[in-house]
């Protein structure tokens, strides 16, 4: 089992940047394929960004794509989600997962297919 703990999150203004983390303790982090989902006010939690164990191979939500990076260091048992030109649609909570992957490439896009999460951490990009 693996716990996931965010941080980073705040209160930005449009165009602005935020690098969000999510550090993992519990298990052998190389082994879990990670990703970054975000839930808006009255939304439908989606995933913005997911990552292979190897970091290899990334996945972006193309409301996101060419503005957020994902990235980790399995030595640090982190992942990180680097967000640039931010827009008030960005508005939401930033929930880590993980899920362990028996390929090293694979790059899971679906809710269903995370096991563990994290709590979550607000960020609001204002106009």
């Known amino acids: 089992q693996v716990q996931l703990v965010e941080s980073g999150g705040g209160l930005v203004q449009a165009g602005g940047s935020l690098r969000l983390s999510c550090a993992a303790s519990?298990?052998?982090?190389?082994?879990?394929?990670m990703g970054w989902f975000r839930q808006a006010p009255g939304k439908e939690r989606e995933l913005a960004a997911s990552i292979s164990r190897n970091g290899r191979s990334t996945y972006y939500a193309d409301s996101v794509k060419g503005r957020f990076t994902i990235s980790r260091d399995n030595a640090k048992n982190t992942v990180y989600l680097q967000m640039n030109s931010l827009k008030p649609e960005d508005t939401a909570v930033h929930y880590c997962?993980?899920?362990?992957?028996?390929?090293?490439?694979?790059?899971?896009?679906?809710?269903?297919?995370?096991?563990?999460w994290g709590q979550g951490t607000q960020v609001t990009v204002s106009s």
């Open positions: 997962a993980a899920v362990i992957s028996a390929s090293s490439s694979y790059i899971p896009r679906r809710l269903d297919d995370y096991t563990y």
């Open positions: 519990g298990e052998i982090f190389d082994t879990y394929a």
